[in-house]
C-alpha cells in the first residue's frame, strides 16, 4: 500500500519562527511536491524535487525553502513564519507527471 | 483570467441523483486531465485520469474532456453520502515538469441522505 506521510497535522506557530513540515514517501518516486491549499485558490505549487539535491520553484516559492537530501524525504522550510502563511500544506509524489501523484494527509499551519 | 475555473459550489443533492462537476479551461495545449477527491482533512487522491478527448468510466464516476469547447466534467451516477468530498480537477499539458500541473479551485459537493 503506497504511502505519504508528513510529520504533523496540526501546527501552531509564532510569527518569526523557523518552521520545518517533513515529507516521507516510500514508494521510491522520483519526484515530490509542496503544495498550499487555501479556500477559492485551490492547490497551488509551492517548490518541487525531481531528484535528491535537485528543486525547482512552483508558481509560489517565496518565503519558503526546500531540502532534499534522501530521495525518500522532502522538507519545507518557513525560514521565518508569517500570518499569511496559515494554510493547509500538502506533500505529494509521483514517478512521472503523467502517473498517479499520492498525497500526504496534509499539515494545517497557524501562524499567530 | 485563470487557466483553470472551476464552480467552488457548494453543491448540494439528494442521495441516488446524479452529479456533474465541471471545468474550463484556456490553454489549448493542456492533454492530461484529472479529478481529485478530497475528503475534510485529508489530502487529495486521484480518482480518474484521462488523455486528450473522449469519456473514461470506472463504476459510478465517468470523466468526459472536450477539447473543442475546453471543457472537461466528472458525473457521478447513484450519488452517496460518502461521495460528499471536494472535488479538484487539474490538468498538464505535458510530462516534462510539475509546472505544467494546474489546479481548479475545487467544488465541494454534498450528498443528503
Known amino acids: 500500500d503506497v504511502k505519504v506521510t508528513q510529520s504533523s497535522r496540526y501546527l501552531v506557530k509564532r510569527t518569526g519562527e523557523k518552521v520545518f513540515l517533513e515529507c516521507v514517501q516510500d514508494?521510491?518516486?522520483?519526484?515530490m511536491f509542496w503544495y498550499r491549499q487555501d479556500p477559492g485558490l485551490g492547490l497551488r505549487l509551492i517548490y518541487f524535487?525531481?531528484?535528491?539535491?535537485?528543486?525547482e520553484k512552483g508558481d509560489i516559492p517565496e518565503g519558503y525553502s526546500v531540502s532534499r537530501e534522501k530521495k525518500e524525504r522532502f522538507s519545507l522550510i518557513l525560514e521565518s513564519a508569517s500570518t499569511n502563511q496559515t494554510s493547509m500544506y500538502l506533500c505529494?509524489?509521483?514517478?512521472?507527471?503523467?502517473?498517479?501523484?499520492?498525497f500526504g494527509p496534509g499539515t494545517r499551519l497557524t501562524v499567530l | 483570467q485563470k487557466e483553470v475555473e472551476q464552480d467552488p459550489g457548494p453543491l448540494s443533492v439528494p442521495e441516488g441523483a446524479i452529479v456533474s462537476l465541471n471545468c474550463t479551461y484556456s490553454?489549448?495545449?493542456?492533454?492530461?486531465f484529472m479529478w481529485y477527491r478530497q475528503y475534510s482533512r485529508k489530502g487529495p487522491e486521484l480518482l480518474m485520469y484521462?488523455?486528450?478527448?473522449g469519456n473514461k468510466e470506472d463504476g459510478r464516476f465517468t470523466a468526459q474532456v472536450d477539447k473543442s469547447s475546453k471543457y472537461i466534467s466528472l458525473f457521478i451516477r447513484d450519488s452517496q453520502p460518502s461521495d460528499s468530498a471536494t472535488y479538484l480537477c487539474?490538468?498538464?499539458?505535458?510530462?516534462?515538469?510539475?509546472?505544467?500541473?494546474?489546479f481548479g479551485t475545487g467544488t465541494r459537493l454534498t450528498v443528503i441522505p
Open positions: 505529494a509524489s509521483s514517478s512521472g507527471i503523467t502517473d498517479t501523484q499520492y
Open positions: 514508494m521510491d518516486h522520483e519526484n
Open positions: 524535487s525531481y531528484d535528491v539535491k535537485m528543486k
Open positions: 490553454n489549448s495545449a493542456f492533454q492530461y
Open positions: 484521462t488523455y486528450s478527448s
Open positions: 487539474a490538468m498538464s499539458v505535458d510530462q516534462t515538469g510539475a509546472n505544467n500541473l494546474f
